[in-house]
């Protein structure tokens, strides 16, 4: 992996690791561009999630101290349904992460271009889908409605559906906001990313990856924790002005197009 390299996936997985345009997809993309060793790269980017964890812990931090006081006063609901939200992903990643990682189907470009593709179009007409009654902050979801986006999320492990997009998604169908669906996503992204965290620095052969490479990923991470940080602003600036989700929907289209286009 050189400098180069390491500074674009950086700069990829920071931005669309909250952008909801599908990270997986585009670093696949990226991956086919760079013609690198697939066990490789994957591995790499494993490492890069720090730094999008960090760029969460330092944008959300007021946020999560509250959520800490809160739990010290007897009020769970939001650390509740974070919680809630994050099992079924993280248990069906826990469980299968290595069979995702070497599955050729989850890997194919045409996969990726179908699932930005779809999921793009649910972006353009979701809001004329029925949705749950008004719900305006994480807290006052109910435990269903917390598991029912955790199981939507679960789908974000195929390459090109987007956590945050499909996160998102689902707190609109639940009742919230785009904004608001857009905060509870990123906060309910922490604990699966804690989980990522945790199982790299437990396995011996990740400790000596990140020996051997350790500038690379060193540079890679800053570069996502700045691109990152940007990235929540912008999209929840974003959503406060535009109140839907239809313009990533487009563009996730257009790529769809321009990558079918290219594989014929």
């Known amino acids: 992996m050189t400098i180069i390299e390491s500074i674009l996936l950086g700069g990829v997985q920071g931005a669309t690791e909250f952008i909801p345009v599908s990270s997986s997809g585009h670093l696949e993309i990226v991956e086919v561009l760079l013609g690198g060793n697939a066990l490789d790269f994957h591995m790499f980017l494993q490492f890069v999630n720090i730094g999008t964890l960090l760029a969460l812990l330092i944008f959300y931090r007021k946020k999560l101290l509250d959520i800490g006081r809160k739990i010290v006063k007897g009020d769970w609901k939001l650390a509740r349904n974070v919680l809630l939200t994050s099992?079924?992903?993280?248990?069906?990643?826990?469980?299968?992460?290595?069979?995702?990682?070497?599955?050729?189907?989850?890997?194919?470009?045409?996969?990726?271009?179908?699932?930005?593709?779809?999921?793009?179009?649910?972006m353009i007409l979701v809001d004329k889908l029925p949705k749950m009654s008004a719900v305006k902050e994480g807290?006052?979801?109910?435990?269903?409605?917390?598991?029912?986006?955790?199981?939507?999320?679960?789908?974000a492990l195929i390459p090109g559906v987007s956590r945050s997009g499909s996160t998102i998604l689902a707190g609109r169908v639940c009742g919230m906001d785009s904004k608001a669906a857009a905060d509870y996503s990123f906060l309910a992204s922490i604990p699966i990313m804690f989980g990522v965290m945790l199982k790299l620095v437990l396995s011996p052969a990740n400790r000596a990856y990140f020996s051997d490479h350790a500038l690379t990923i060193v540079i890679s991470n800053i570069v996502a924790l700045v691109a990152?940080?940007?990235?929540?602003?912008?999209?929840?600036?974003?959503?406060?002005?535009?109140g839907n989700l239809q313009k990533f929907g487009w563009?996730?289209?257009?790529?769809?197009?321009?990558?079918f286009i290219f594989l014929v």
Not at 92 to 115: H, K, P, Q, Y
Not at 251 to 259: G, H
């Open 251 to 259: 563009y996730r289209v257009a790529v769809a197009v321009l990558i």
């Open 139 to 155: 807290s006052k979801l109910s435990p269903k409605r917390a598991l029912a986006i955790g199981v939507v999320q679960m789908f």
């Open 87 to 122: 099992i079924p992903a993280g248990l069906v990643g826990m469980l299968l992460a290595d069979r995702i990682e070497n599955s050729d189907i989850l890997g194919s470009m045409w996969l990726v271009a179908t699932m930005l593709g779809v999921v793009g179009m649910v």
């Open 228 to 242: 990152g940080l940007l990235a929540i602003k912008f999209v929840l600036t974003f959503l406060k002005r535009e």
